[in-house]
């Protein structure tokens, strides 16, 4: 007896699907959209130039990162700027990551370590902005931020707490993004540095106390509200 077969979307769908995400995704990072902007998928197929059933694909992909809301019956937005999101985000890393970043001190070996320490210097040596990338964190700096931050935590060898790592970065991606046009005095290079020189001493109490600062100051500059000023050399 045959059976009937399912059939997968056409590849060609499914590369614009990724072709959009990508494109929506890095746009919401990049903060061309402001906190609570409606994300209409009308216009966003009209300006894609495909349907909108691909642009309803990656706007559903986007709102399971984090990145925007699904509202009912009001469609898609980006995320409003909420204390109580973001603080949200922030408790589940201070609670978290600390934990899993003793876990990593104790139980990494000298491959890690070495990780670390290069992780880190790509980290300090990425330019932060870069003219054509505008006022943004350039994607090169993201990318080595995220990679840093979790090559901290990769010496724990646990692959469920890494996975956990990645779902919080992408949700508090937006929040931390948002945080540097309100703490024009903070120096994010310092921090990281610390962060390296204490993880690498193996000294787990001042590693995981700076790390709690260090996710602390992104939701503190939240609570005030949003409001848009010159960006600084670091967040």
Not at 40 to 47: F, G, S, V
Not at 184 to 196: F, K, V
Request: net charge negative.
């Amino acid at each position: 007896m045959t059976g009937t077969a399912h059939t997968p979307a056409p590849a060609g769908k499914q590369m614009l699907s990724e072709q959009v995400y990508a494109h929506l995704r890095d746009a919401i990072l990049r903060g061309d959209f402001a906190p609570g902007d409606a994300l209409k998928p009308q216009d966003l197929a009209k300006e894609q130039g495909v349907s909108l059933a691909v642009v309803r694909e990656a706007l559903v992909r986007v709102v399971g990162e984090g990145l925007a809301d699904r509202l009912p019956n009001r469609g898609f937005a980006v995320p409003a700027v909420s204390d109580r999101r973001w603080q949200e985000i922030a408790e589940a890393r201070r609670t978290i990551e600390p934990v899993v970043l003793r876990m990593s001190i104790e139980r990494g070996d000298v491959d890690w370590e070495a990780r670390v320490r290069a992780a880190h210097h790509r980290l300090a040596r990425t330019p932060v902005y870069v003219p054509e990338e505008g006022e943004h964190y350039s994607s090169a700096w993201s990318e080595a931020h995220r990679i840093f931050h979790r090559t901290l935590l990769e010496g724990c060898d646990n692959l469920v707490l890494l996975q956990t790592f990645d779902r919080m970065w992408t949700a508090s991606e937006l929040a931390r993004r948002w945080s540097t046009h309100r703490n024009p005095g903070r120096d994010g290079s310092l921090e990281h540095r610390q962060l390296e020189e204490a993880a690498l001493a193996r000294d787990a109490d001042t590693a995981a106390e700076t790390l709690v600062r260090h996710l602390t100051q992104t939701a503190e500059v939240l609570t005030a509200g949003y409001a848009p000023l010159e960006p600084v050399n670091e967040a």
